[in-house]
């Protein structure tokens, strides 16, 4: 079983930034992919962005220039830095997690909810 708790959401201003963490235990393999999706109310949850544990990242074309991915291996931790925010990023945030190890099973965190507004 693999484990992920998000933290870093909140309530931030158009332009604003914000970093979201999420922090993986249990029975973590190597390799893996580790990524942010997001929902907003009434859409279909979408990918974020992601990136594999040999660092090669992916992003949605609505989010690139303005968040970045990075994850710290040993730490088993994967960050999302959001500048530039828009209203329209205004969703919960979930992290993934998976592994051919493991099948490609999903694994994913609670949520956490993003609010861009001024």
């Known amino acids: 079983q693999v484990q992920l708790v998000e933290s870093g959401g909140g309530l931030v201003q158009p332009g604003g930034s914000l970093r979201l963490s999420c922090a993986a235990s249990?029975?973590?393999?190597?390799?893996?992919?580790m990524g942010w999706y997001r929902q907003a109310p009434g859409k279909e949850r979408e990918l974020v962005a992601s990136?594999?544990?040999?660092?090669?990242?992916n992003y949605a074309r609505n989010v690139k220039g303005r968040f970045t991915i990075s994850r710290d291996n040993a730490k088993n931790t994967v960050y999302l830095q959001m500048d530039n925010l828009i209203p329209e990023d205004t969703a919960v945030y979930y992290c993934?997690?998976?592994?051919?190890?493991?099948?490609?099973?999903?694994?994913w965190g609670q949520g956490t909810q993003v609010t861009v507004s001024s």
């Open positions: 993934n997690a998976a592994s051919p190890v493991l099948g490609w099973r999903s694994y």
């Open positions: 990136v594999t544990s040999g660092g090669s990242t």
């Open positions: 249990g029975s973590i393999f190597s390799p893996n992919v």
